[in-house]
């Protein structure tokens, strides 16, 4: 995007100085060319908003997405305890079982 710039206010520069130089240079003409490079440098300013916009909430979802993806971490872990305990009590309820039916 800078380049395309840049590039286009070269060009008008460029113009202006060659037509400057061939003395045959209408004021209207060289306002034409200044109000081209004006609506280049306005171009490249909204452009630059629209890319500070873009990467500003770019950076807030992938803060949003990190937060996501600690809350489901924490929820696997609470997950896998649960059924850590709920295993370890089947056993509990099995071993108890075994023992009273042997008796």
């Known amino acids: 995007m800078k380049n395309v ?3 286009t206010l070269k060009a ?3 113009a202006l100085v060659l037509v400057s130089a061939s003395g045959c240079v209408s004021q209207k ?3 034409e060319i200044k109000a081209t490079a004006d ?3 306005q171009d490249a300013a909204a452009a630059k908003a629209a890319a500070d916009a873009a990467a500003s909430a770019a950076q807030s979802a992938k803060s949003s997405a990190d937060s996501a993806q600690s809350a489901a971490n924490q929820a696997l872990q609470a ?3 649960s059924q850590a305990c709920c295993d370890a009590t089947n056993e509990k309820i099995d071993r108890a079982f075994k023992k009273s039916v042997s008796k």
């Open 5 to 7: 710039i840049s590039t």
């Open 29 to 31: 003409y060289v306002d």
């Open 39 to 41: 609506k280049a440098v």
């Open 12 to 14: 008008g520069v460029a």
């Open 79 to 81: 997950a896998q305890a």
